[in-house]
């Protein structure tokens, strides 16, 4: 019986025994590993099974580990261990959104009960439902496979003149909307630290306010230079104009109008939005992390600069060589607040790495000779386990 059972666990057993009895040393070895083997499980083509099975049925070959099941099915363990593979799979399924285009039309008026001779009269806005609004809502927003664009219309010629800036005609809403689309695709909602990812959502931002800057500014050209189609919003490239600081002519910018869009963006963005839209890109780089694998939360700057090279690279124009001189500053704004949130949530991720993720991270840290090593040793486990449990 016993030659029976040594002859299941082979020669790589064999090594385990170091002249000790080779009964006794394996039977010690399967009630030590029983329980965790037959308790931890992992997932397989949406199978859970144990780790037992797991190794039990891996083996190796010259395409590297693989799992076979009992219905004689294939899966290469080194792909099932990376996770670039399961981010590539989520960045594909990104490419068969049916994006849509809604337009909300918000009623403006003046508030007649409140009108004031001498003063500027109150503003109301309502919905199509008739719904008062509370505040000026936004002018757009993207949500993952949808674009809603807001037109304000007004109840007089004189207050539509004032609110038509808001509307996409002189606004460019939709370009900027549709760049956050643009972003998704190339790569924002990637895998990488929570600081960078933090920093990329805010520069998200930036990028898109720069193609709805590009935006007003081909349409300042193509109306006749017409000074009104660059909207409050970009006070500074109007100012600019008017002081004759840049002079747009063609319809691609020159390379100093080019720096002067980049900085000047980036500059008014973090000025007037960032305190406004930091707990939002905040709770956004979160949410994109959620599923992430602890091994994927790892800081990687060379993703990063390649996602961003993407984002910034905007009518054909790499505008990434100036911002990417510009984004320490918000680095530099990230709280400690911020930071110690983000430390509970790496810690969280690493307390319950699955096993394939452990094997990952093994693999990462310790090198692909332990990694091996420790498949190799978790297979003799099991095929000891399997021959000396506790039931044998």
């Avoid at 002018?139 to 807001?150: L, Q």
């Avoid at 909207?231 to 002067?260: C, G, H, M, W």
């Avoid at 930071?339 to 693999?363: G, I, V």
């Amino acid at each position: 019986m016993k030659h029976t059972k040594l002859k299941k666990v082979g020669f790589c057993a064999g090594m385990l025994l170091c002249g000790v009895s080779g009964y006794s040393l394996m039977h010690h070895v399967a009630q030590n590993n029983v329980s965790e083997f037959n308790k931890t499980e992992v997932v397989i083509d949406k199978d859970t099974i144990s780790i037992q099975q797991f190794y039990y049925n891996l083996s190796y070959t010259p395409q590297g580990w693989v799992y076979t099941t009992p219905q004689g099915k294939s899966f290469n363990v080194d792909s099932l261990c990376d996770y670039h593979k399961q981010e590539i799979r989520r960045q594909n399924s990104l490419k068969n959104i049916q994006l849509k285009k809604q337009i909300d039309t918000i009623y403006v008026s003046y508030d007649k009960k409140l009108y004031q001779k001498y003063h500027e009269p109150k503003i109301i806005y309502k919905n199509a439902y008739a719904d008062s609004l509370p505040h000026m809502p936004s002018m757009g927003i993207y949500n993952y496979d949808v674009i809603t664009i807001r037109e304000f219309k007004a109840d007089n010629p004189e207050l539509q003149k004032k609110i038509d800036i808001y509307n996409n005609c002189y606004n460019c809403t939709f370009d900027h909307e549709y760049s956050h689309y643009f972003n998704t695709l190339n790569g924002i909602r990637t895998w990488n630290s929570y600081p960078i990812k933090f920093v990329e959502c805010c520069l998200d931002e930036i990028s898109v306010n720069i193609k709805q800057c590009l935006s007003q500014r081909l349409n300042y050209i193509i109306n006749g230079r017409d000074i009104n189609f660059i909207t409050p919003r970009f006070d500074f490239y109007k100012n600019a104009i008017e002081n004759k600081t840049i002079k747009p002519q063609t319809l691609q910018p020159t390379s100093d109008e080019v720096k002067f869009i980049a900085n000047s963006v980036f500059d008014a963005w973090m000025k007037d939005k960032f305190d406004i839209y930091i707990k939002q890109e905040c709770s956004r780089s979160e949410y994109f992390l959620k599923d992430a694998p602890y091994v994927a939360i790892l800081e990687d700057t060379s993703k990063h600069n390649d996602v961003m090279g993407k984002i910034f690279m905007i009518n054909g124009i790499d505008f990434w060589k100036y911002i990417s001189l510009r984004e320490k500053e918000i680095f530099e704004r990230i709280t400690p607040e911020m930071q110690q949130k983000w430390q509970f949530l790496c810690d969280n991720k690493f307390q319950n790495m699955s096993h394939l993720e452990k094997l990952e991270f093994l693999k990462i840290t310790q090198g692909p000779d332990k990694y091996n090593m420790t498949l190799n040793k978790n297979k003799i486990k099991a095929r000891i386990i399997s021959a000396f449990g506790k039931d044998r």
